[in-house]
Antibody, heavy 119, light 113 residues
Framework: QLQLVDSGGGVVQPGRSLRLSCVASGSTFSSAAMHWVRQAPGKGLEWVAVIWSDGNNKFYADSVKGRFTISRDNSKNTLYLQMDSLRVEDTALYYC????????????WGQGTLVTVSS | DVVMTQSPLSLPVTLGQPASISCRSSQSLVHSNGKTYLNWFQQRPGQSPRRLIYQVSNRDSGVPDRFSGSGSGTDFTLKISRVEAEDVGLYYCMQGTHWPPYTFGQGTKLEIK
């Protein structure tokens, strides 16, 4: 089992940057693929990015490609999302989610951290 | 991108009665390895999503057996045999066969009549 705690959200102006973190407790973090999923206020779920367990493969949604960077530090059991050139439409609750067993997507979720992009 | 379409989007149900949510994908979700990566999630009010079902019909640990998933190809269904008050919330289907991106349905809001 994995417990995930998201942090790093806040209010930021358009064009600025923010870095989110997701700290995992449990021995399976280093072998799990990890995702970021977001939910705009009152809206549905949108997948943002995934990073494989070794950190060597990363994929992004078109809406964030070139602006967001997913990374991880397995020695710290921590997942990151560096968000640059933020836009108003990036306003959302951001969740980290794990994929402990390959193909069993989003088995554990963090509590979410709110990012508000506003001038 | 694979489009996931859920129906209905709003589902009022009487306590103790069954409920059913449909999810259709814009293309077959059968992977080249033969598996079908269709999941169901529940999001109770004010909570994070929680996975209920993975690979069409496999119930996650701790999920009550009144929840069941079925389907194949492009048509999938989540059924609740007898709705309880704690089942109120949003339900999402999601595909992980053709990625990136992983895509979700719009969500179905289940409420008690």
């Amino acid at each position: 089992q994995l417990q995930l705690v998201d942090s790093g959200g806040g209010v930021v102006q358009p064009g600025r940057s923010l870095r989110l973190s997701c700290v995992a407790s449990g021995s399976t973090f280093s072998s799990a693929a990890m995702h970021w999923v977001r939910q705009a206020p009152g809206k549905g779920l949108e997948w943002v990015a995934v990073i494989w367990s070794d950190g060597n493969n990363k994929f992004y949604a078109d809406s964030v490609k070139g602006r967001f960077t997913i990374s991880r530090d397995n020695s710290k059991n921590t997942l990151y999302l560096q968000m640059d050139s933020l836009r108003v439409e990036d306003t959302a609750l951001y969740y980290c989610a794990s994929e402990v067993f390959g193909g069993r997507h989003f088995d554990y979720w963090g509590q979410g951290t709110l990012v508000t992009v506003s001038s | 991108d694979v489009v996931m379409t859920q129906s209905p989007l709003s589902l009022p149900v009487t306590l103790g009665q069954p409920a059913s949510i449909s999810c259709r994908s814009s293309q077959s979700l059968v992977h080249s390895n033969g598996k079908t990566y269709l999941n169901w999630f529940q999001q109770r009010p004010g909570q994070s999503p929680r996975r209920l079902i993975y690979q069409v019909s496999n119930r996650d640990s701790g999920v009550p057996d009144r929840f069941s998933g079925s389907g194949s190809g492009t048509d999938f269904t989540l059924k609740i045999s007898r709705v309880e008050a704690e089942d109120v919330g949003l339900y999402y289907c999601m595909q992980g066969t053709h990625w990136p991106p992983y895509t979700f349905g719009q969500g179905t809001k289940l409420e008690i009549k």
